[in-house]
């Protein structure tokens, strides 16, 4: 996790397109379980709309967009993001 800018933080993850159900949750690193499929950007609307969700704050997709390995930008203070992580770390 990285500061861009006060207020802003980056976040590398990984993504599993077509599953059951979408999740969050840590193991090794971020990972977000997608129910929708990679084809026609699907899969990443649905990436930044849980995480928006997820984090109650703005998300934007800065890189990876054809890859399951991404980078979002959390519009949010580090430490809340952090915060948030390491709760899914310890469950």
């Not at 500061?3 to 193991?27: A, C, D, H, M, Q």
């Not at 609307?45 to 704050?57: C, N, P």
């Not at 703005?58 to 054809?66: A, D, M, P, T």
């Not at 890859?67 to 959390?74: A, D, H």
Request: with cysteine; aromatic share 6%; net charge positive.
């Amino acid at each position: 996790m990285n500061v861009e800018n006060e207020g802003e933080t980056i976040i590398n993850l990984k993504v599993k397109p077509n599953s059951p159900k979408f999740r969050v949750y840590y193991k090794e690193c971020l990972r977000v379980d997608l129910t929708s499929s990679p084809d026609k950007n699907k899969a990443n609307r649905e990436l930044v709309s849980g995480l928006r969700r997820f984090f109650s704050s703005e998300v934007r997709l800065i890189s990876g967009h054809k890859s399951r390995s991404k980078i979002v930008l959390v519009k949010a203070e580090k430490h809340s993001v952090e915060t948030l992580i390491k709760k899914l770390e310890h469950n």
